[in-house]
């Protein structure tokens, strides 16, 4: 399972390459602007030069309405800027059918430029909340779209989590689906070190985290803390170690 952590910008960052033995991509969002908020292109660049090389640059270009060209120019702007894996949240979608038009749109955008980069379709398990697609809808969108990654987050920021909205059986259905179609699966919506053993038996590729690894929890106002970031990468590994065996893991007195 990689371990992908959301830096709000440069200083994060840092402390982000700081922990760069014990995190596995660096994703570039905006937290103010939503729970896929879409950073500024430069940003994009600042932190790509600041985090070693050998670490992909994720970069997610917004909760997006139905509206392919608009999203399509976006993702090009994330992908010329440094990012590799790129994010796209159809918040804005109400329909399967929306969400492989935008989709569609940014894959092709993005491959005609980049073609080894990765576009991830990205919903989210508290849809109910917001009026967008079916999360476990996502799967066939990013299949059908030709997207490489399906990915689950929360559009809500209120304290609930993954799980308060979809059952654990629900998203090991959304791995599942998405390992069927040949893609990446990937879960988030403040995920923390409590959820990573769930999150290792069900078979998710990459969990997504900022709260977790933030000063306080607080993917607003805390910040990223290199020591939380290995905590949190312990935990996993820890899990993964007690999953190859069989054996449950007990939960981590710091979970």
């Avoid at 910008?9 to 905006?30: N, P, R, S, Y």
């Avoid at 059918?97 to 980049?114: C, F, N, P």
Wanted: with cysteine; glycine share 10%; net charge negative.
């Amino acid at each position: 399972m990689l371990l992908l952590i959301s830096p709000d910008g440069l200083d994060e960052a840092l402390d982000c390459a700081k922990a760069a033995d014990h995190l596995d991509i660096v994703d570039v969002k905006k937290p103010d602007e939503g729970s896929l908020g879409a950073n500024f292109p430069w940003v994009i660049r600042e932190i790509r030069d600041a985090v070693p090389a050998d670490k992909p640059v994720s970069a997610t270009v917004g909760d997006v309405p139905y509206k392919p060209g608009t999203v399509a120019q976006a993702a090009l702007g994330a992908v010329v800027s440094g990012a590799t894996y790129i994010k796209v949240g159809l918040y804005g979608c109400t329909t399967p059918e929306q969400g492989i038009d935008v989709m569609r749109a940014v894959v092709r955008a993005v491959k005609d430029h980049r073609p080894d980069a990765l576009v991830v379709a990205s919903g989210y398990a508290d849809a109910h909340r917001v009026g967008c697609v079916n999360p476990l809808a996502l799967p066939d969108i990013a299949a059908r779209s030709g997207a490489d990654a399906a990915m689950l987050d929360t559009a809500i920021k209120d304290g609930t989590r993954l799980f308060d909205h979809l059952s654990e059986d629900a998203c090991a259905e959304f791995v599942r689906l998405s390992h069927a179609a040949g893609l990446l699966a990937a879960l988030a919506g403040s995920v923390k070190a409590v959820d990573l053993g769930a999150l290792t038996r069900m078979g998710t590729d990459i969990v997504g985290v900022r709260g977790a690894v933030c000063e306080g929890g607080d993917r607003n106002a805390g910040r990223i803390k290199p020591e939380l970031v290995a905590a949190f990468r312990a935990e996993m590994d820890r899990q993964s170690r007690e999953a190859a065996v069989g054996v449950p893991a007990a939960s981590s007195p710091a979970a």
